[in-house]
């Protein structure tokens, strides 16, 4: 099963300048918890972005590069690999755009704000593909910028 994992502000944004544009220690924790054990599947910028391996997790990088440092795959690959379990696409915003035809559930965070100047975004989700089987408000930490709520959305 291919399930997807973004933030986003309330205009949809998920990154600017290469690098996410909030500071929420809250969602790290929350996506931490989703994926951890799992397998995650990214685009090679936000393979680069990361500040390395993420303990306890299968980390798999679309790219047409051959690299050393991280296991590659392709689109296919993907598909085949979520026919035998769950697998977390992170990211970014052209990798998300691929898999969203094949998703089965999606958790968003949406973080409370609208960032300046966005380069990237999350796809559209449309409401007659998806619906919202949980959502929880999260008020910010001391460790965050921004208030945020939790989604889980599921295909119908």
Not at 23 to 50: A, C, N, P, Y
Not at 51 to 80: A, Q
Not at 120 to 133: D, G, K, L, Q, Y
Request: aromatic fraction near 8%; hydrophobic fraction near 40%.
């Amino acid at each position: 099963m291919l399930t997807m994992i973004f933030a986003c502000d309330e205009q949809n944004a998920i990154g600017k300048d290469g690098d996410l544009p909030w500071r929420q220690s809250t969602d790290l924790q929350h996506f931490k918890r989703i994926t951890l054990g799992g397998t995650i599947v990214m685009g090679r910028k936000t393979w680069e972005s990361l500040p390395g391996i993420l303990p306890n997790r299968r980390h798999l990088v679309m790219t047409r590069s051959i690299r050393k440092d991280v296991e590659t795959v392709d689109f296919d690959d993907v598909l085949k690999l979520a026919n035998t379990g769950e697998i977390f696409v992170i990211g970014g915003g052209e990798i998300y755009n691929l898999f969203l035809p094949h998703v089965q559930k999606i958790h968003r965070t949406i973080i409370h704000c609208e960032v300046e100047n966005p380069d990237t975004f999350a796809p559209a989700i449309s409401a007659s593909e998806f619906a919202v089987a949980s959502s929880e408000f999260v008020n910010k930490s001391d460790r965050d910028q921004f208030d945020m709520t939790f989604e889980m959305l599921e295909r119908i």
